[in-house]
Every structure is written in C-alpha cells, then in structure tokens.
C-alpha cells in the first residue's frame, strides 16, 4: 500500500513539474504588442494594426503608422475630426498625438474624433536653453475644454530638460494653446553643454567704467594711471566674452515625466504669463551697504594716491637736483 502511494505521488509530482515547464515555456514565448482601432470611424486598409510602437496625427483626417505600414483614419461623418489615439475605455480628452511605444504589456488603443463646432488650435514648440528653436513648431487641433497630452521629440545631441510630456486645458484662444518642450544640448555621455550669452563681455564694459572712476579719483597721473587700468580690464573682460561654448561637464537633470500647464509653479504662482516675477523693493528699506565693493573702490583709490605721491617725490627730487 505504501508503495503504491508512493508511485502516485511520485507520478503527481512528474506531472506539476511538466505543466509548469509548459507554462513557463509558453509564457517565454509569447509577444506583447499594442493595437489600434478606428472607433466609429474606418482606415483606408483593414480594421485593427498591431505592433510594437504607433505613431498618430490629427486633423479633418488623420494617419496611423505601425511599423512601415500607415493609413488614412476618415472620420464618422463630416461633422467629426480626428483629435488623435487614446486608451481603449478611457475618455475623448486622454488623446494623444505623436508616438507611443511598447512598455512591456499589451494596450489596446481607439482612435478619438471631436466636433469640429468646438475645434481649436494649439502649438507645440521645441526650443533651447537659448531660446533658438530646435525644430520648426507644430500646430495640432483638438476640442476645447479637453486636456491632449503631447509627447517630446527626440533631437540628435539634445535631451528635454522641462518634461517628456505636457497636457493642458485648451481654451478658445489657440495663442493660449502652446505646449513648449525645452532642450539642453548634451554630449555623448549625456552631460549638459552650458552656453555663455557674453557674459565676459558685460564684465568689461563694467570693469572699465569701474577703473575709468576710479582714475577720476586721482589726480594728474593718477588719473591716467587708472584709466589706463581700467581700459587693460576691460578689454580683457571684452577678450572673455568672445567665447560661446564653455566646457560644462554637468549631467542632465532628470525631466517631469508629465508637466499640467493647468498647475501653477513656484516660479510662476498663477499658472499663466510669464515665468519671470519682479521684486518689489519697501520704499521705507534701507538699502544694504556693499561693504565689498566700497572696499575694493577704496583700495583702488588708495593705490592711485599711492602712485600720485611717488610721481610728485620724484619730480620735486628732479627740480632740485637743477
């Protein structure tokens, strides 16, 4: 009896181990893959594609690329465009243009359709750290009230620096509608190059209008022994700020990977408008002393007394030798 039921445990546990092989094999073997479908409108070729990425536009009609095969998305009727891709299920205002890609499960994607009554413009922008633009902007049309998501483009020797994806609330002004992606230039290692705007040049125009003051302290030639030293720094200011690239070497923060233009900021409180804020100073505050620059102006006096003395000893030394 014993050694019977040793068999048939034996022979159960033989059987666990195949299945679970068979499983594992199969599971090994199968392919994720995204799919999208017209929704309530056709493709110019079949029903449904199905591939590893899919890359949408939008308009009075749209396109669908999966892999090297794309087709015409035509809308229900003549009253409908077409706003984009969303996930299967989810509402109209989750549309999306641009690419998606695989990310290790399957998703089903819809393509999504708006009235035209309600369409509206919007602009995505790619620009730099520079403000010079990357890319030529692209106009997009959607429904107003809905929020899109945008994705970011990739750029040989660029990387976003803002976010990857940015959504906002379209409003029926479309120059309220402008999704813009910000880029820093990168090396290969994905470090940040830094740009210099001239900064050195700034620099001597301030440090000969310092020594240009400061020689006017002085007399004679202390007077022209400052200006002349104040001309020396700013031309050598002026020689810095020929350069244009520095060597930065800093690696690229990580962006947002969704930016709401809805939220409002730390650097810009109401959401809209522009980022920078001004200061407003109390009318009944002291300014602050600048003992730093108070100090290296009295240095400056001192030595172009200090010169002004030497010059006047050595005259007077050479009257009286005559």
């Not at 445990?9 to 893959?33: K, Q, R």
């Not at 308009?59 to 095969?69: E, M, S």
């Not at 690229?252 to 809805?262: F, G, I, S, V």
Request: proline fraction near 3%; charge should be negative; charged fraction near 20%.
């Amino acid at each position: 009896m014993m050694k019977r039921m040793r068999k048939t445990a034996v022979l159960m546990m033989t059987v666990c181990l195949m299945l679970g092989t068979m499983a594992v094999s199969v599971y090994a073997d199968y392919e994720h893959e995204l799919t999208v479908s017209p929704g309530n409108g056709t493709f110019s070729d079949g029903t449904k594609l199905s591939g590893e990425s899919i890359t949408a536009t939008d308009g009075v009609t749209g396109t669908i690329t999966v892999g090297d095969k794309q087709v015409t998305v035509t809308p229900p009727d003549e009253d409908h465009f077409v706003t984009g891709i969303k996930v299967a299920g989810r509402d109209n205002a989750s549309a999306t243009v641009g690419t998606v890609t695989l990310n290790g499960e399957d998703v089903d994607y819809v393509v999504a359709y708006g009235l035209k009554s309600n369409m509206v413009e919007y602009t995505v922008q790619y620009t730099d750290q520079s403000t010079n633009t990357v890319m030529e902007s692209e106009t997009h049309y959607g429904v107003i009230g809905e929020k899109p998501v945008v994705t970011y483009k990739y750029f040989e020797g660029y990387a976003p620096s803002n976010a990857y994806a940015i959504t906002g609330t379209l409003k029926s002004d479309p120059d309220e509608n402008v999704f813009e992606f910000l880029y820093n230039q990168v090396d290969n290692e994905g470090n940040v190059i830094t740009v210099v705007t001239g900064g050195g040049g700034a620099g001597g125009a301030a440090g000969g209008a310092a020594g240009g003051a400061a020689g006017g302290a002085g007399a004679g030639a202390g007077g022209a022994a400052g200006g002349a030293a104040g001309g020396a720094a700013g031309g050598a200011g002026a020689a810095d700020g020929g350069a244009n690239i520095g060597d930065g070497a800093t690696p690229a923060a990580e962006p947002a990977e969704l930016q709401d233009n809805d939220v409002p900021t730390t650097d810009n409180p109401e959401g809209e408008g522009e980022d920078a804020t001004e200061t407003e100073i109390d009318e009944n505050e002291t300014p602050k002393t600048n003992w730093a620059a108070i100090g290296g102006g009295a240095a400056a006096v001192a030595a172009i007394a200090a010169a002004a003395v030497a010059f006047a000893r050595r005259k007077r030394d050479e009257e009286a030798d005559k």
